[in-house]
């Protein structure tokens, strides 16, 4: 497929977000990347030159992400679609054992940051009059652990949020997605695991996770379908992935 659209991008430098971005690309999108790793994005931007726009920037830093949406060259002014894929989970344990910092970092990315790039993004969006929010939750979202407090907590308000901002979309002609993976290989088990790659492979090794293009293809599907149709939700989890914690 062939497409000529301007798609923005959030975690742009890893995970699901790059796989979206791929995939975006080599079907002719434009894609505005958003990532906090200068060094990846230019990279990027090397590989894909004229079709990808860094935009070096924390999803938590609201101002400087509205300036810099507001700044964009005109080829990538008009935005046609948003995947919100930066998030992440930080610290092991019960909620006595993570500390201040892993839930500040946590809810302000994941809550505020997917607040922050929604709200500088959706006015060009509906004024397009033909955009799309895909939001990534998680399978964190639906069942309840050990261990997921706050990360999974986060994840819900991700689904709630998107069901909630759907209503008020109702008749904008913008759709709004909501993904939730389960186990999904990226780094984020070495962003949870501090870096400490051996600890980060051991929360893939008793299944075979998802990879990012699995979840990527997922969200590109939704935002192919016919424009008179909404994917609400998707929820994909490893054929191994235990759920009886449901
Ligand atoms: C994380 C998915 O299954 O590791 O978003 O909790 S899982």
Redesign the pocket.
């Known amino acids: 497929m062939k497409t000529d659209e301007t798609v923005v991008v959030t975690g742009v430098t890893s995970g699901i977000g790059l796989a979206c971005a791929r995939i975006l690309l080599k079907q002719g999108s434009k894609v505005i990347g958003i990532g906090r790793r200068e060094d990846r994005l230019n990279a990027l931007a090397d590989e894909y030159h004229g079709s990808f726009h860094a935009i070096n920037c924390d999803v938590r830093d609201s101002q400087t992400l509205n300036e810099r949406i507001n700044e964009l060259p005109a080829k990538f002014a008009a935005i046609d679609k948003l995947v919100n894929a930066a998030?992440l989970?930080q610290g092991h344990g019960k909620l006595l054992d993570i500390t201040d910092e892993h839930i500040q970092t946590m809810l302000d990315t994941n809550v505020h940051g997917l607040i922050n790039v929604t709200r500088a993004v959706l006015p060009r969006l509906i004024a397009g009059g033909h955009g799309h929010v895909v939001n990534l939750?998680?399978?964190?979202?639906h069942?309840h652990?050990q261990g997921?407090h706050v990360?999974?907590a986060s994840?819900a308000f991700v689904d709630h949020f998107g069901r909630c901002l759907r209503t008020e979309l109702v008749g904008s002609r913008v759709r709004l997605t909501t993904i939730?993976?389960?186990?999904?290989r990226s780094e984020?088990?070495l962003v949870q695991n501090n870096g400490d790659q051996v600890r980060a492979d051991k929360?893939y090794s008793s299944l075979t996770p998802l990879e990012p293009e699995d979840v990527a293809n997922a969200v590109v599907w939704a935002l192919r379908q016919p424009t008179h149709v909404n994917i609400n939700l998707i929820e994909l989890?490893?054929a191994d992935?235990e759920l009886s914690y449901r």
């Open positions: 998030g989970l939750s998680s399978i964190g979202a069942v652990y997921g990360y999974a994840k939730a993976p389960g186990k999904t984020f088990a929360v989890t490893p992935q």
